[in-house]
Every structure is written in structure tokens, then in C-alpha cells.
């Protein structure tokens, strides 16, 4: 039997640039404020997993040091865009299969460390043939885009809508990167990047770091210092990963991603059409969160356009995607991001996020990895189904 593991702190840096602040400290500021926010001593931590694509070595370990915290196991985890869901995860089976009561689950990039060490642009890994090839991160969504107008019918707005809305979303998050507006001509005169997808239909680039405590039952009733929070747990925690030839055809079934929700949903005991609330997601280009409704199980397969259509995933629908601003307004510091989105679905079982859900109970946290990161394009999905 798998035990019952608790969301006790959350904290997190202001997504954006911080040219100013090393890699440690983001992490540190980050873990200080989850912390502070759980109202424990970091030296309750009896393990610690973070996430970090482009880092120095031992970085959790470099981190944690400054708030006097050593002697205990901790591991640094990469999966592409999935690593921070990937430390999340490990924590979760830790205390879940009693391996111990408490810990940190922490995620951390800095993209301008990176890029004044290596230059702008992403380096591809050796024997990357479709990089070679010339499939790029843009060019790979491009198709998307494209497959989606050709076969389910969308247009360019429908492509843009949520970019426009995750924009509006994240005027009032005060840790998002853009707090601006975006409307669907602005979108569209913004510079081309690979047809039809231009600058405004991409993710910035993005420094910082978010850290969320788990614990046992247990130690979640003795050590649970903020009573007027709603006691909300990790029902279902699940890392995909795609075969061989997963992202080679099909961009609009990626089976990590309907695997992974599939496989979260029943060990929650969820249906994700009637039970999901709200949805923190992988929205690195607009259109990607398009394709994703009917991944994620929002609604049936092909009906993804008419969910955006209908309204049932902005404030006030059937299910709100991303109100925080998702990657497009609060940016994507790579290894914080799978983290990020699980606080965000915290608060808002909660009660406490800036975009509120009302009545919110079950929430989905999820984060798309991989994709052009080897000869046959990995692809790791990251899905959590918190729930109060």
C-alpha cells in the first residue's frame, strides 16, 4: 500500500531575467521560501530531488548548503522540460512508499548563465539527426500548427487564442515575466519564426527556480502549521515517456502525454473530462496547448478546437487552462517549470492564486519533455493529479 503524500510548503523566485543571480541562488531563494511558507526548519528535510537541464554540478547540494543543510541524500534529475516534474515525482514515491516522511522537490534554471557561457540557442545533443535534419523546436510545433488547421479545422485565431489568453492571465500573477496583453493582430505582426508561429506564440526565455515540500500523513498532522488551508495531496504522479517512433508521426497524439494522463487519472481515481478543475500545463508555443486538450483528456479526440471555441478553458468555463499565464506569460526557466506548475495547482486548491478557480478540488499539473533530443525524439511527460 502506497501512502498518502501532502503538498505542506510551497516558494518560488519571480520568473524572468536575473543576469544578477547565480543558479544557487535561485534555488536558495526558492527553498527559503517554501520554508518559510511550511513553517518548518530546513533541517526537517530528510531528502531532496531537483530538476536542472543547463546547471553547474552538485547544484542542489550547492544550494541547500546555505541554509545549513547537508547529511542527507540529494540528487539533481534531467529530463528535458520534465526534470522539475521529474524531482516532484521521486519525492512523491520516497514518502509514499515510506522511504521517509519529509522533503524537497526543487527545480532551477538560468538561461542567462547558460547563454553567457554558451551563447543564445540551445545546444543539440550528439546524434540528433532530426536537428541536423533541420526540425527545430519552432519548425516541430510549426507542423503541429499546421497538421491542426489541415485536419482539425483550426484557424490562425483559434492558434493564437491561447496566447492571447494566457497573456491576459498573467497580468495579474505577480511571479509571472510578462504582465502584458496580447491581442491577435499583435500576435500576428509579431516577427516570424517558422510558419504560421511568430515571437508572440513562444515562451520566453527565463531564469528561476520553485521548491514544494511533501510529506507523509503523519508528519503532514503533527507539523501542519496552517490550519486554514484545505489539506490537499498528490492523488496520482506519473513520468511517461514515449517509445521509439511517438513523436516522429503524429504530433496530435503524443503518447506520452495521453499515457501519462491516462495512467495519473486512475491512480487518482479521476475522470478528466467531469472531475479536473484546472489545468497548469506545457504551453511553450500557443498552438501546443491547442493540441493538448484532447491529450490531456479535456475532451474527446478531435474536439479540441471546439473546447477552446466554447469557452470551457478560460476564467470562468468548465475547466480554466493555465491561469496562472502558463510558459507564454510567466515564462519557462526549464527546470522550474514542472514545479511550478504543481504550486500553481496548490494555490489554487487552496484558494490562494492570483487567477482564482472557484470551487476548485482536483487539479491536473502537467509538463512536456524531450522532443528533438536524439535520433528516435524522446518525449517525457510529466502528470500530477492534486486533489482535496
Known amino acids: ?54 546547471s553547474p554540478p552538485t547544484v542542489v547540494e550547492s544550494a541547500l548548503i546555505r541554509l545549513g543543510i547537508g547529511r542527507i ?28 516522511d519529509v522533503g524537497l522537490a526543487l527545480g532551477v534554471e538560468s538561461l542567462s548563465a547558460y547563454n553567457k557561457k554558451f551563447g543564445k540557442g540551445l545546444i543539440g545533443i550528439e546524434g540528433d539527426l532530426d536537428a541536423k535534419s533541420g526540425l527545430t523546436m519552432p519548425s ?3 507542423m503541429l500548427c499546421n497538421r491542426l488547421i489541415q485536419e482539425r479545422g ?30 491577435f493582430q499583435e500576435i500576428m505582426k509579431s516577427p516570424m519564426i517558422a510558419d504560421p508561429i511568430t515571437v508572440l506564440q513562444c515562451c520566453p526565455q ?27 495531496k498528490i492523488g496520482g504522479s506519473v513520468i511517461s515517456v514515449s517509445g521509439a517512433h511517438d513523436s516522429s508521426f ?17 491512480m487518482a481515481g479521476v475522470n478528466p473530462q467531469k472531475d479536473i478543475n484546472v489545468v497548469e500545463m506545457h504551453d511553450a508555443f500557443s498552438g501546443e496547448e491547442l493540441s493538448a486538450y484532447e491529450m490531456l483528456g479535456l475532451c474527446d479526440a478531435g474536439e479540441g478546437v471546439s473546447l477552446a471555441r466554447s469557452g470551457a478553458v478560460e476564467m470562468g468555463g468548465r475547466c480554466p487552462v493555465n491561469p496562472s499565464g502558463g510558459l507564454l506569460s510567466m515564462g519557462h526557466p526549464l527546470g522550474a517549470s514542472g514545479v511550478r506548475v504543481v504550486i500553481d495547482i496548490a494555490r489554487q486548491l487552496w484558494g490562494e492564486a492570483p487567477n482564482q478557480v472557484e470551487g476548485a478540488k482536483v487539479g491536473m499539473a502537467q509538463m512536456l519533455g524531450g522532443v528533438l533530443s ?6 517525457v511527460a510529466g502528470v500530477h493529479i492534486l486533489v482535496k
Request: aromatic letters at 8%.
Open 1 to 54: 500500500m502506497m501512502r498518502s503524500v501532502y503538498v505542506l510548503g510551497i516558494g518560488q523566485t519571480v520568473f524572468g531575467r536575473h543576469a544578477d543571480m547565480t543558479v544557487n541562488d535561485l534555488a536558495a531563494a526558492a527553498t527559503l521560501a517554501s520554508v518559510r511558507d511550511a513553517g518548518i526548519s530546513p533541517k526537517e528535510f530528510q531528502t531532496a530531488f531537483c530538476g536542472c537541464i543547463h
Open 140 to 142: 516541430f510545433f510549426a
Open 206 to 232: 527565463s531564469d528561476g527556480a520553485a521548491a514544494v515540500i511533501l510529506c507523509s500523513e503523519e508528519y503532514f498532522k503533527k507539523n501542519n502549521k496552517k490550519a486554514h488551508r484545505a489539506p490537499v
Open 374 to 379: 536524439g535520433i528516435a525524439s524522446p518525449v
Open 73 to 100: 541524500p540529494m540528487y539533481t534529475v534531467e529530463n528535458a522540460c520534465s526534470s522539475g516534474s521529474s524531482a516532484v515525482h521521486l519525492l512523491f514515491r520516497e514518502i509514499a512508499l515510506g522511504g521517509c
Open 250 to 266: 503524429d504530433p496530435l497524439s503524443l503518447e506520452a502525454n495521453i499515457m501519462g494522463v491516462k495512467d495519473a487519472c486512475e
Open 154 to 183: 483550426a484557424t490562425l485565431q483559434d492558434i493564437c487564442y491561447p496566447s492571447i489568453k494566457n497573456h491576459k492571465n498573467g497580468m495579474t500573477n505577480p511571479y509571472s515575466q510578462y504582465k502584458k496583453e496580447v491581442s
